[in-house]
């Protein structure tokens, strides 16, 4: 029978080995750890928003572009309270938060209740809209339509909302439709849960077959 020979493995390097082990099992243990808590942020952040009061004299309707360093959330749903006690909630087909500026949500293809379990809510559609945590402003962009408890429904370009109030104001061109009327305005605001509904800069109503063309577009 052949003889077999043996090599002596130093202790020494046993230990290195055992604790080189070791050490790659706690980093993978820490980046699982940091993975998941990262996770629950951004899942806690995306829960519910409930809104504080503060002082909010003007809006914004500036045009913003979605950043590149984000992260992204699909079909989010945004909820708060407003100053009355009053609900709002923010629905969308995703959401991105600018990971620069956090208190800023970028949203598509949004659906916005206001005042929401009573006799006076509104509801709001808009192909885009930035939330902004800070503010407590809802920007919106493209596609606007704004259906009131009274049943007026608006059209409109821009608009922003004070969430601390649930107000509506916009600076574009506006067509309001009830089920007997037309009006077309260039500024409109909304106060007092949809109930008051105002327009400013000019207010035609619908006499002639121009304008009237333009509203049936709608």
Same mark, same amino acid.
Do not use: W
């Given at each position: 029978m052949d003889n077999l020979k043996y090599e002596t493995v130093d202790p020494s390097e046993i230990k290195k080995a055992r604790k080189h082990t070791n050490t790659v099992f706690i980093l993978n243990r820490i980046i699982l750890i940091v993975m998941i808590a990262s996770i629950g942020i951004v899942l806690y952040s995306f829960r519910g928003i409930i809104?504080?009061?503060?002082?909010?004299?003007?809006?914004?309707?500036?045009?913003?572009? $979605?950043?590149?360093?984000?992260?992204?959330? *699909?079909?989010?749903?945004? %909820?708060?309270? /407003? !100053?009355?006690?009053?609900?709002?909630q923010i629905n969308a087909k995703n959401a991105k938060n600018d990971i620069?500026?956090?208190?800023?949500?970028?949203?598509?293809?949004?659906?916005?209740?206001?005042? $929401?379990?009573?006799?006076?809510?509104?509801? *709001?559609?808009?192909?885009? %809209?930035?939330? /902004? !945590?800070?503010?407590?402003?809802?920007?919106?962009?493209?596609n606007i339509i704004?259906?009131?408890?009274?049943?007026?429904?608006?059209?409109?370009?821009?608009?922003?909302?004070?969430?601390?109030?649930?107000?509506?104001?916009?600076?574009?061109? *506006?067509?309001?439709?009830?089920?007997g009327t037309c009006i077309l305005g260039n500024a409109l605001r909304i106060t007092n849960k949809g109930k008051v509904l105002k327009l400013k800069n000019g207010i035609n109503m619908v006499f002639n077959q121009d304008k009237k063309s333009e509203c049936d577009k709608k």
């Amino acid at each position: 029978m052949d003889n077999l020979k043996y090599e002596t493995v130093d202790p020494s390097e046993i230990k290195k080995a055992r604790k080189h082990t070791n050490t790659v099992f706690i980093l993978n243990r820490i980046i699982l750890i940091v993975m998941i808590a990262s996770i629950g942020i951004v899942l806690y952040s995306f829960r519910g928003i409930i809104i504080n009061k503060s002082d909010l004299d003007s809006f914004s309707e500036d045009s913003f572009d $979605i950043p590149d360093a984000s992260i992204e959330i *699909i079909n989010p749903m945004l %909820a708060g309270v /407003d !100053n009355n006690n009053e609900n709002f909630q923010i629905n969308a087909k995703n959401a991105k938060n600018d990971i620069n500026q956090k208190n800023l949500i970028y949203l598509k293809e949004i659906q916005a209740l206001m005042n $929401i379990n009573t006799d006076n809510t509104t509801q *709001i559609f808009a192909d885009k %809209a930035t939330y /902004d !945590n800070k503010r407590k402003t809802l920007i919106l962009e493209d596609n606007i339509i704004i259906t009131t408890a009274s049943n007026y429904v608006s059209y409109m370009q821009k608009a922003s909302i004070n969430l601390n109030n649930n107000s509506v104001f916009s600076q574009s061109p *506006i067509i309001i439709k009830t089920p007997g009327t037309c009006i077309l305005g260039n500024a409109l605001r909304i106060t007092n849960k949809g109930k008051v509904l105002k327009l400013k800069n000019g207010i035609n109503m619908v006499f002639n077959q121009d304008k009237k063309s333009e509203c049936d577009k709608k």
